[in-house]
């Protein structure tokens, strides 16, 4: 994602700060090589007067000292350019590294500004249906196959608020040092399979087919397994036509557990596969982005799946849409 709002003052101030420090490193240098040479030329001149007072007829420049003078000369030289070039290296990867943390910064404070807004827009529309629902329903005597209808929406919009309020509380869980998993054994493929049935119902016009053997065990944590699933599969469902299908999958090996979801959605470019699991990335600008959302399912995800010492990864799928494949080992 691309930095918004990129302070440019600030970076006009670090680059001029760079500027200066790396001339004036150069310029102390020069100085320092010029007082070399100054003091040589200075001695040289200085022993060849004493030398030729004492020997008037010899020649200085054959002399062991005069020898001795040129190397320590040339050794002087070869440190102060070595140190010279070293030194502003060393200052340049510095000043590289600082410019990087900066950045890195910069875009943090722009991810958490999108996160905002699409919270509070998260927050906000299902609540101002749900309120308006009631009202309707305690003003006006609806018939009863309306009023099920706007009760029903209503208990879609709790779930999606439901499971917004799950997130947040989940990776707020997940960031701490001890995050307090269970390692339960756990039958994830009923888990599995109720998730899908209880998503497929609510939004009929999506198929979810679950290709899952009758019972797997793993030592997990339920609500934390659960998490991952329904991340992945709303996703899936989010990022996906009406009319498409979704498949999810589970294999049971004898190291590991292998759960994916394929969907035939519009898929991730290749570019920002690496970038969607970080904290509060979206896809695009908050401004044109037309799916709900806040970020953090597959960042969630993927620190559940690391906790359990597990791999996560996502492809494309043919024709089209992503493939996430999830591998947990049986510790
Ligand atoms: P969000 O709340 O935005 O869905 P996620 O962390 O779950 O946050 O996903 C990060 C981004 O990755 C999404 O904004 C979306 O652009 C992209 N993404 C996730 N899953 C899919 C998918 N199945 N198909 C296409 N894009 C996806």
Redesign the pocket.
């Known amino acids: 994602m691309l930095v918004k709002n990129k302070p440019i003052g600030a970076f006009k101030i670090f680059y001029a700060v760079f500027a200066y420090i790396i001339v004036f490193a150069l310029w102390w240098d020069y100085l320092l090589y010029a007082k070399n040479e100054e003091a040589f030329k200075e001695k040289i001149e200085l022993n060849q007067i004493n030398f030729e007072m004492l020997h008037p007829s010899g020649d200085y420049y054959a002399t062991k000292e005069y020898a001795q003078i040129i190397s320590k000369y040339s050794r002087q030289k070869v440190m102060i350019i070595g140190e010279g070039v070293f030194f502003l290296l060393l200052l340049f990867f510095g000043l590289m590294r600082v410019r990087r943390v900066f950045l890195r910064e910069l875009e943090l404070v722009d991810l958490q500004r999108n996160f905002m807004l699409?919270i509070t827009h998260e927050l906000k529309s299902p609540l101002s249906t749900i309120k308006l629902t009631l009202q309707t329903l305690h003003k006006r005597q609806l018939d009863i196959e309306k009023s099920t209808k706007l009760i029903s929406n209503s208990l879609t919009d709790l779930d999606r608020l439901e499971s917004l309020v799950d997130?947040i509380l989940f990776a707020s869980k997940i960031e701490r040092e001890e995050p307090g998993f269970s390692n339960e054994p756990t039958d994830v493929a009923i888990v599995i399979r109720s998730i899908a049935d209880r998503l497929s119902y609510n939004k009929k016009s999506i198929a979810i087919k679950t290709e899952v053997p009758k019972e797997v065990y793993l030592d997990t944590d339920l609500m934390g397994f659960t998490s991952v699933v329904v991340?992945?599969l709303?996703?899936?469902i989010?990022?996906?036509a009406s009319g498409s299908e979704i498949n999810i999958g589970l294999e049971d090996n004898l190291e590991n557990v292998v759960l994916w979801?394929r969907?035939q959605?519009?898929?991730?470019a290749e570019k920002?596969k690496g970038?969607?699991?970080?904290k509060?990335?979206?896809?695009?600008n908050e401004d044109t982005?037309n799916?709900?959302?806040?970020?953090?399912?597959?960042?969630?995800?993927k620190r559940f799946v690391e906790i359990y010492k597990g791999t996560i990864s996502?492809e494309d799928s043919s024709p089209r849409?992503?493939l996430?494949i999830i591998r947990l080992p049986r510790q």
């Open positions: 699409s997130n991340n992945l709303e996703n899936a989010k990022y996906s979801v969907d959605g519009m898929g991730i920002e970038k969607i699991f970080q509060f990335y979206r896809i695009g982005r799916a709900k959302g806040t970020g953090l399912g597959l960042y969630i995800v996502v849409g992503s996430f």
